[in-house]
């Protein structure tokens, strides 16, 4: 797909990532669904398929899952650009959507981290620290479900995409249940994807 | 800034702790232990940072996960910082932050790129389609999985479902913005906390609020 961003488009999607940055209570994945509303839904800037691979490729590759912060990032850049027929402009805006949200999404809890973590090590036992973690425990493990949902719900259609669904719902299982190593199950979905069989 | 002072170990028979020797140490072993995890790196942290190197006791680690997960932020890289942070200060904190992310984030752009020049086909667009599907299941997974750290909290069970139900509704069914969600509902949650919670034996002196998101 192809896009045009103006600098204060840019700027708007770096902010966007700062302020999602200090939602990441539970980590980023949690903030998925906001993403997903703000770059698919509100913006266009993304599409469905794209959100999706993101996730995808950023669980399939090692290293902290956070890193499908800047494979979108680097998808917008490249529609930006024109898709990769654009050539090197498109990759330099691909690289500049990596740095605005990576960066966004970065800067704000990580100084919050840095400067809150001694004080939260001093007053651990102080009622006010543990009613937060208990209360926002639940939500934590809500939004997970919620991003897996939204993931899935992502196909429309039912009568075509049970098979897809029965992949999740197995997958889900195996990972719950077995210490089988995740990257089979996502070559093995991709194995199944490229067979048609879902 | 400072580093982050702590309470000396209690002395045991276990051999002293180490510690990293360099900001560049604190680099590589981050680089290094991010390339080995796959789908989350919180297992290797542990396996390499507590049991490999001793750079922090069990309970250590344990005590400043809780802090990462309370904190917004991704967990992991809040938990490298917390560590670089306390044997570097500032500079430590990014040497581990870097190591976390500069070579991974190579890594995952290189495949990214390779999917990139085949993704008008087909049979690359069904392939992602199963993995996607795939990493929906894993995501689901890791929540099923923290339904089990649910049973000691102290809210108890019902209002842990009640809560848990109300965030799943507010995102999936009314799509409401994240932030109302989590002040709206996680502030019903947190008040429901402090109730249940009480006062820790000695009450300290500071009243300071928590980090509300």
Not at chain 1, 82 to 103: D, E, H, N, Q, S
Request: proline fraction near 6%.
């Amino acid at each position: 797909m192809s896009i045009t961003l103006t600098a204060a488009d840019w700027l708007e999607l770096f902010t966007q990532f700062l302020s999602i940055s200090l939602l990441a209570v539970g980590g980023a994945i949690a903030t998925a669904p906001e993403m997903h509303r703000y770059l698919v839904g509100a913006r266009g800037w993304l599409s469905e398929d794209q959100f999706n691979s993101s996730i995808a490729i950023a669980q399939a590759a090692p290293g902290p899952n956070v890193l499908f912060v800047g494979l979108m990032g680097w998808n917008v850049g490249l529609n930006a650009g024109g898709g990769p027929a654009g050539g090197w402009r498109a990759y330099a805006l691909a690289l500049l959507g990596v740095a605005v949200t990576m960066l966004g999404m970065l800067i704000p809890s990580g100084i919050l981290t840095y400067t809150a973590t001694r004080w939260a090590h001093k007053n651990r036992e102080l009622r006010a620290v543990r009613a937060f973690k208990t209360g926002m425990a639940p939500l934590v493990v809500a939004l997970l479900f919620a991003t897996g949902w939204l993931l899935t719900a992502a196909h429309q259609q039912p009568a075509r995409d049970w098979r897809l669904w029965l992949l999740t719902a197995a997958t889900a299982l195996i990972v719950w249940r077995t210490r089988l190593h995740l990257l089979w199950l996502i070559g093995a979905g991709a194995v199944l994807g490229m067979m048609g069989v879902v | 800034m400072p580093t982050f002072d702590r309470p000396a170990p209690a002395t045991t028979a276990e051999p002293p702790l180490n510690a990293p020797r360099s900001l560049g140490d604190l680099f590589w072993s981050f680089t290094w232990l991010a390339l080995q995890g796959f789908g989350g790196v919180l297992a290797v942290v542990q396996r390499e940072l507590v049991e490999k190197k001793r750079w922090m006791t069990r309970e250590q680690f344990i005590e400043d996960w809780a802090v990462a997960q309370i904190m917004p932020g991704p967990n992991v890289v809040n938990l490298s910082m917390m560590i670089g942070g306390r044997h570097f200060g500032l500079a430590g904190a990014l040497a581990a932050l870097g190591g976390m992310l500069a070579l991974p984030l190579v890594v995952v752009l290189v495949l990214a790129a390779l999917f990139a020049t085949v993704t008008d086909h087909a049979l690359a667009q069904r392939a992602l389609r199963g993995m996607g599907a795939v990493a929906a299941g894993l995501i689901i997974a890791t929540g099923i999985k923290l339904i089990g750290a649910l049973r000691r909290n102290a809210l108890g069970a019902p209002a842990c479902a009640a809560l848990a139900v109300a965030t799943f509704i507010a995102i999936v069914v009314l799509r409401w913005p994240l932030i109302w969600v989590l002040l709206g509902v996680g502030g019903v949650g947190c008040a429901w906390a402090w109730r249940g919670v009480g006062n820790p034996p000695p009450p300290p002196a500071n009243a300071a609020q928590p980090p509300q998101p």
